[in-house]
T-cell receptor, first 116, second 112 residues
Framework: DAGITQSPRHKVTETGTPVTLRCHQTENHRYMYWYRQDPGHGLRLIHY???????DKGEVSDGYSVSRSKTEDFLLTLESATSSQTSVYFCAIRDGLAKSHTDTQYFGPGTRLTVL | GQNIDQPTEMTATEGAIVQINCTYQ??????LFWYQQHAGEAPTFLSYNVLDGLEEKGRFSSFLSRSKGYSYLLLKELQMKDSASYLCARKDSGAGSYQLTFGKGTKLSVIP
């Protein structure tokens, strides 16, 4: 258990509304990630963070922004939600501890977002 | 690109052995992960291969051939609870080492 929680777990919203998803971790990991998962596409990276206030874009970043003001929290914002952003969103942390040479990513439980 | 290919679906019988293949482009490659994902749940880590050869963990084994751009996940003594999607993901070297690129996943159905 990598101590990752996501909130909310489910959300239904309307097109054009802003939405913020929260990822919270308790183990002081430096790297955090946001993915979306859609049928036929697999997991795709939206944004990631390599420290407080340090973020970068992933493969599918258009329409999304992120913020990381504290080590433990990584927020994903959809400024104006669209139906194409209906998806399951997973947060992940990278286990970069010295004892681990693999830099394995561990995932939170996911948020199911529906945009009507 | 960093295309990763794996079969979309597979079916196997309880108690049998199944091999799930994953191929990838070798340029920039560092290592390969396998994850298991049950329906409606998050992916969970199964294995990581960085050297050529077979790594065994109980009923699950993972193989890597770096020169051929090929990996497989071998599941022995299949159980109904092994019905899940299996995701392979590559880790690149250098500047790309902090990211993983995932295949689309293989949905395995275990039948009685």
């Amino acid at each position: 258990d990598a101590g990752i929680t996501q909130s909310p777990r489910h959300k239904v919203t309307e097109t054009g509304t802003p939405v913020t998803l929260r990822c919270h971790q308790t183990e002081n990991h430096r790297y955090m990630y946001w993915y979306r998962q859609d049928p036929g596409h697999g997991l795709r990276l939206i944004h990631y963070s390599y420290g407080v206030k340090d973020t970068d874009k992933g493969e599918v970043s258009d329409g999304y922004s992120v913020s990381r003001s504290k080590t433990e929290d990584f927020l994903l914002t959809l400024e104006s939600a669209t139906s194409s952003q209906t998806s399951v969103y997973f947060c992940a942390i990278r286990d970069g501890l010295a004892k681990s040479h693999t830099d394995t990513q561990y995932f939170g439980p996911g948020t199911r977002l529906t945009v009507l | 690109g960093q295309n990763i290919d794996q079969p979309t679906e597979m079916t196997a019988t309880e108690g049998a052995i199944v091999q799930i293949n994953c191929t990838y482009q070798t340029s920039g490659f560092n290592g390969l992960f396998w994850y298991q994902q049950h329906a409606g749940e998050a992916p969970t880590f199964l294995s990581y291969n960085v050297l050529d050869g077979l790594e065994e963990k109980g009923r699950f084994s993972s193989f890597l051939s770096r020169s051929k751009g090929y990996s497989y996940l071998l599941l022995k003594e299949l159980q109904m609870k092994d019905s899940a999607s299996y995701l392979c993901a590559r880790k690149d070297s250098g500047a790309g080492s902090y990211q993983l690129t995932f295949g689309k996943g293989t949905k395995l159905s275990v039948i009685p």
